[in-house]
């Protein structure tokens, strides 16, 4: 099995930073991308930054210039750090591992348990 562990969200002022982290562990050979989505409350969950296994990045637009993903490989842990927070950021961000090849299994995709970020104006 294969779990993702979510930590470093919380409540911020505007114009504040967070990092996130995002932890997989388990019998984990390769992780293909890793990456960071979010839901608002009343709204559908969208793709906020994901990192291939070889460093390419995307990024949705509204978080272009404020959010960097990165990833360190050797310890299949990607971060999210969030930088210049508007309350519009506010959401439960969700870590996601996708096509990970399980040792002696098969390729999965993963999610996190979510962490939440609320960001006060």
């Known amino acids: 099995q294969v779990q993702l562990v979510e930590s470093g969200g919380g409540l911020v002022q505007a114009g504040g930073s967070l990092r996130l982290s995002c932890a997989a562990s388990g019998s984990i050979f390769r992780i293909n991308s890793m990456g960071w989505y979010r839901q608002a409350p009343g709204k559908q969950r969208e793709l906020v930054a994901r990192i291939t296994s070889g460093g390419s990045t995307n990024y949705a637009d509204s978080v272009k210039g404020r959010f960097t993903i990165s990833r360190d490989n050797a310890k299949n842990t990607v971060y999210l750090q969030m930088n210049s927070l508007k309350p519009e950021d506010t959401a439960v961000y969700y870590c996601?591992?996708?096509?990970?090849?399980?040792?002696?299994?098969?390729?999965?995709?993963?999610w996190g348990q979510g962490t939440q970020v609320t960001v006060s104006s």
């Open positions: 996601n591992a996708d096509r990970v090849v399980v040792i002696r299994d098969g390729v999965y995709d993963y």
